[in-house]
């Protein structure tokens, strides 16, 4: 019963809120068909705002991000807060989400970070959903603490406050301040030498300030891209591996993902890379607690007078004397949290409003300018022969004129967008047909008209049954 209810309802809203959208318009008015079907969440009717996009949060998100969605266009409600339904797309941080969490009308999924650990993202590809990250959002706030790891792990500042808290105690601090204070020596970076594996937004980031701070500065970086290229320092060597970059090193810094399985990542710092430290070299690891191996670590640390440097938790080396660890402090700044969230508010409209894809971990990169005069139409399919010619011959048989298109793809996910003329349409155009015929081709997952109404023009095909 609710959703018939609520099925009216909105109906009546959308009605009046497209007539408004005509009347600000010279473009010919859409004729869509909207909310058939039962949903598998269809939200409170109460606080359903028509001709809005809603924007599901998880956890905390930063205010200055989220100012990024006008109140005009966009209702943002946040989980446990508010009363959350029809949510169009989803931004969350460290909350780690379900399928069960997924509405079918959710068309995005965003983290304010650049690691998707917490995201299904395997099934949203099934499903027909981008997820998007935000790299280099966070890059100077980790860079700052990883030089501030490698200045703690030249000295041990940590032990000597920890000293001065127990000699203050016994009220012997000002008697002993100068006595011991040779107990906690350290060395200098300056002319010595950082190995920066993964030469990203964080890894060139860190090996620019190195250099600046007068050190030398090697790296390793398989997959280094022309845009990190640019931004590394001048001077700096880059090695075959690993293996090669860390030999020298005095301080070494990781700053790769954590990919699972079958040549991933995962303890990738082991016995064979370990082996080939120096005696006293500092490892900081800012990047994954999985990437190494604490058993050979702790060989490591327990045969030399190396350091190691993180903010992930390790069971076995909580308590090493030559271990730092922090808590998970790398993207804890306002600033960081600030601007990943504006990144992912930012990347979400753009695909919400123009179907452009930027950031995302498991959809293609696609972009197409706008043409005046014209209707964008979006479809999600799986990457196999011969869609887009069945896409734009039902187009074509329906009397639309497609004006330009791109069509993208990426593993097992392909996807259109496609620019409908509007010339020659004084009053209506109907995409009633067209779209559904375009939803219930086989491999087709989702299609959206964007047509200037907010939350509307999305058809999905789920198991063979058509929702709009």
């Known amino acids: 019963m609710l959703g018939r209810i609520s099925t009216t309802h909105i109906r009546r809203q959308t009605s009046a809120l497209r007539n408004t959208v005509r009347a600000l318009s010279d473009k010919p008015d859409v004729e869509l068909e909207n909310y058939r079907s039962e949903w598998k969440t269809y939200g409170d009717i109460e606080n359903y705002t028509p001709g809005k996009f809603t924007i599901q949060t998880f956890n905390k998100i930063s205010p200055e991000g989220l ?4 109140s005009a266009e966009y209702n943002v409600r946040a989980t446990g807060e508010d009363k959350v339904g029809n949510a169009h797309a989803v931004l969350l941080r460290s909350h780690k989400l379900q399928e069960s969490e997924i509405m079918h009308t959710v068309r995005a999924i965003a983290r304010c970070g650049a690691g998707t650990n917490n995201v299904p993202v395997a099934r949203c590809s099934e499903l027909g959903i981008p997820v998007f990250n935000t790299p280099g959002a966070n890059a100077n706030a980790v860079k700052e603490l990883v030089l501030a790891g490698m200045f703690l792990g030249s000295r041990r500042v940590i032990d000597g406050i920890n000293h001065m ?14 006595k011991d204070k040779s107990m906690f020596g350290g060395r200098e970076i300056t002319g ?21 701070l007068g050190m030398t500065v090697t790296g390793f ?11 590394l320092p001048d001077g700096i060597e880059l090695k075959d591996s690993i293996s090669a970059a860390v030999s020298t090193a005095d301080y070494i810094s990781i700053n790769i993902p954590y990919i699972k399985g079958e040549n991933g990542t995962h303890g990738i710092i082991g016995k064979d890379v370990v082996k080939q ?3 006293d070299a500092v490892f900081l690891n800012f990047a994954r607690g999985e990437l190494v191996d604490s058993e050979a670590m702790k060989e490591f640390l327990d045969n030399g007078d190396g350091r190691y440097v993180t903010d992930f938790p390790d069971d076995l080396l909580w308590d090493h004397k030559n271990a730092l ?18 990144m992912a508010a930012d990347t979400i409209k753009s695909y919400l409003e123009n179907g ?9 990169a696609t972009a197409l300018p706008r043409l005046e005069g014209s209707i964008r139409m979006t479809v999600i399919n799986k990457n196999q022969p011969g869609m887009l010619a069945s896409i734009t011959e039902i187009i074509g048989e329906s009397g639309l004129n497609v004006l330009q298109q791109v069509n993208q793809s990426r593993g097992d996910v392909a996807y259109n967008v496609l620019d409908i003329d509007t010339t020659g349409f004084s009053d209506v155009i109907s995409f009633k047909m ?10 087709v997952m989702s299609s959206r008209i964007l047509y200037g109404l907010p939350g509307t023009g999305y058809a999905k095909n789920v198991e063979g049954k058509y929702f709009v």
């Open 277 to 279: 430290f120096k005696s």
């Open 356 to 364: 452009t894809i930027k950031n995302s971990v498991n959809f293609p």
């Open 165 to 178: 808290k127990h000699l203050g105690s016994q009220g012997l601090a000002k008697e002993r301040v100068e």
């Open 192 to 212: 010595k030498t950082l190995a920066v594996i993964g030469l990203g937004h964080i890894g060139a980031s860190t090996a620019r300030d190195a250099a600046a």
């Open 325 to 342: 660890i922090f808590p998970h402090l790398g993207a804890s700044t306002e600033e960081a949290e600030d601007a990943a969230a504006a």
């Open 434 to 443: 067209v779209q559904e015929k375009i939803t219930m081709l086989e491999g």
């Open 221 to 231: 970086d398989p997959g280094l891209s022309i845009d990190s290229a640019l931004k």
């Open 67 to 70: 100012k990024r969605f006008g």
